[in-house]
């Protein structure tokens, strides 16, 4: 069993940044699919950012890209989200996620067997 756990979020100016962290324990997450989701209220939970297994590649969603950083410490089996430039619609739950199957899309929040408690990312304008 995979255990998240995130921390990092908290409240910042519109421009700011904040880098968010999910420590992984119970088993070694490199094997994993890991990824970054986030959900504001009323909207649907919408993917972020991922790694692929063994951090082979990294993909982002188009809202994020060039602003957000995906990385990954193997020795603390940490996974990290640098979020500079953020902007009020990045306000919202972010999630940490690994996703155990070969199966299903991995931008899909559904096909992730593994989830973190959630932290809050507020962004004031």
Not at 9 to 25: E, K
Not at 26 to 35: D, E, H, N, P
């Amino acid at each position: 069993q995979l255990q998240l756990v995130e921390s990092g979020g908290g409240l910042v100016q519109a421009g700011g940044s904040l880098r968010l962290s999910c420590a992984a324990s119970g088993r070694t997450f490199s094997s994993y699919a890991m990824g970054w989701f986030r959900q504001a209220p009323g909207k649907e939970r919408e993917f972020v950012a991922r790694f692929t297994r063994y951090g082979v590649n990294t993909y982002y969603a188009d809202s994020v890209k060039g602003r957000f950083t995906i990385s990954r410490d193997n020795a603390k089996n940490t996974v990290y989200l640098q979020m500079n430039s953020l902007k009020p619609e990045d306000t919202a739950v972010y999630y940490c996620a690994a996703k155990d199957r070969y199966s299903g899309s991995d931008y899909s929040s559904r096909e992730y067997d593994y989830w973190g408690q959630g932290t809050q990312v507020t962004v004031s304008s």
